[in-house]
T-cell receptor, first 112, second 112 residues
Framework: KQEVTQIPAALSVPEGENLVLNCSFTDSAIYNLQWFRQDPGKGLTSLLLIQSSQREQTSGRLNASLDKSSGRSTLYIAASQPGDSATYLCAVKETSYDKVIFGPGTSLSVIP | SAVISQKPSRDICQRGTSLTIQCQVDSQVTMMFWYRQQPGQSLTLIATANQGSEATYESGFVIDKFPISRPNLTFSTLTVSNMSPEDSSIYLC?????????FGPGTRLTVT
């Protein structure tokens, strides 16, 4: 059974710092991996999608990497801003028609 | 991409009553997913709804408690029946479009 974990559970950094969020999954046979952002009391915003054949994806200050063999993904946020404060969720999809399985999330606080 | 709307955005309900949540997508999709996010928790899949067939429920969720309708390829409803305070959660509708998972804004339910 696929399980997804995220480290750290919470992170507080001063504005301007670069940071890394970690995601691990137990079964490397995944279809894709997606990073989401959730603001308090709100829905989810998709940040980056990495297909199983890809190693990384970039969007602006965000870079996500995928190492299927080790069951790991990282989300790198460059030059963090207070507006980046949110919960970041990692989710894996095992087949094209399957559900996504979520990690518990990392709560990020960027201090001005 | 897919744009998803949900109604209501939030509600406060009495114990023992039922609430129906609507999900509308701006494009035709084969599968629609319903997730629950309990306070401070990550997302858990309730069921997968295909048009023209019975929804498929995850372990721990039953049709009598969470009946789902899927009358066409752009619309679905989730009913939370005979509510108790433990049902207080955010309920989110989700679809897949071009491999990527999209989520609605969620319905925040409080049961008193």
């Amino acid at each position: 059974k696929q399980e997804v974990t995220q480290i750290p559970a919470a992170l507080s950094v001063p504005e301007g710092e670069n940071l890394v969020l970690n995601c691990s999954f137990t079964d490397s046979a995944i279809y894709n991996l997606q990073w989401f952002r959730q603001d308090p009391g709100k829905g989810l915003t998709s940040l980056l999608l990495i297909q199983s054949s890809q190693r990384e994806q970039t969007s602006g200050r965000l870079n996500a990497s995928l190492d299927k063999s080790s069951g790991r993904s990282t989300l790198y946020i460059a030059a963090s801003q207070p507006g980046d404060s949110a919960t970041y969720l990692c989710a894996v999809k095992e087949t094209s028609y399957d559900k996504v399985i979520f990690g518990p999330g990392t709560s990020l606080s960027v201090i001005p | 991409s897919a744009v998803i709307s949900q109604k209501p955005s939030r509600d406060i309900c009495q114990r023992g009553t039922s609430l129906t949540i609507q999900c509308q997508v701006d494009s035709q999709v084969t599968m629609m997913f319903w997730y629950r996010q309990q306070p401070g928790q990550s997302l858990t899949l309730i069921a997968t709804a295909n048009q023209g067939s019975e929804a498929t429920y995850e372990s721990g969720f039953v049709i009598d408690k969470f009946p789902i309708s899927r009358p066409n390829l752009t619309f679905s409803t989730l009913t939370v029946s005979n509510m108790s305070p433990e049902d207080s959660s955010i309920y989110l509708c989700s679809v897949v479009s071009l491999y990527e998972q999209y989520f609605g804004p969620g319905t925040r339910l409080t049961v008193t």
